[in-house]
């Protein structure tokens, strides 16, 4: 949805921002079909203004923020993460899945985000047990995980699939006021990639007798 009111109407995006987010945020709890809610501006001073309109809103804290890639060894450990996704998508022929690809496209930006790393590894998560488990019905994404057992995956298997979903929830939620022993270290972000990593090698040699 693009940014109205701030044009001829001349409305604050400061007085904007908590109306729309709030606005927002009950569309994506109660539409299921809405996953993403993109908010625009030809500005770049704006859309800066609205980033931090956001986080604020969100209350997300500095280590959510960071900008992973700054980091070498997170860095490599992305690339090869990037690599693997390419691989997968080729080797099950899923060449239309959108949270795959939007998490395809940002793993590789510099410009990339811990929080944002963390949403969208879950969303491509859950739209790649989707296409595996093959369920008319709804399903949590813990209970996709645990539907996996029919691959015969072993429980340290699912384990790393559990990480990345208890990552991705933390990330998705309101991070309101953690004490700063919740706050997230160089440490557990280099785990979540590594955990990011060894899930997709799972999938790729584990689930292939669709």
Known sequence: ????????????????????????????????????IYFVHPRIEIVEQIDQGVNHFLRRSSDLLELIRDDQEIAEGLDRVSSKLIGLKHSFGWNEMNSLDELSYRI???????????????????????????????????????????????PWMLSYMHTLRS??????HDAASHPSSQQMTKEDVSFFVKALDRFIDIISHNCRNI
């Open 1 to 36: 949805m693009p940014l109205l009111g701030t044009g001829q109407q001349g409305i604050s995006v400061d007085l904007l921002i908590p109306v729309l987010m709030k606005k927002a945020k009950e569309m994506l709890q109660t539409i299921k079909e809405v996953q993403t």
């Open 167 to 172: 990552f991705g929830n933390f990330m998705a």
């Open 108 to 154: 590789v930006q510099h410009d990339i985000r811990f929080y944002e790393l963390g949403i969208l590894s879950r969303r491509a998560m859950e739209a790649i047990l989707k296409s595996l488990i093959h369920s008319d019905e709804f399903m949590t994404l813990s209970e996709m995980v645990a539907e996996l057992k029919r691959f015969n995956l072993s």
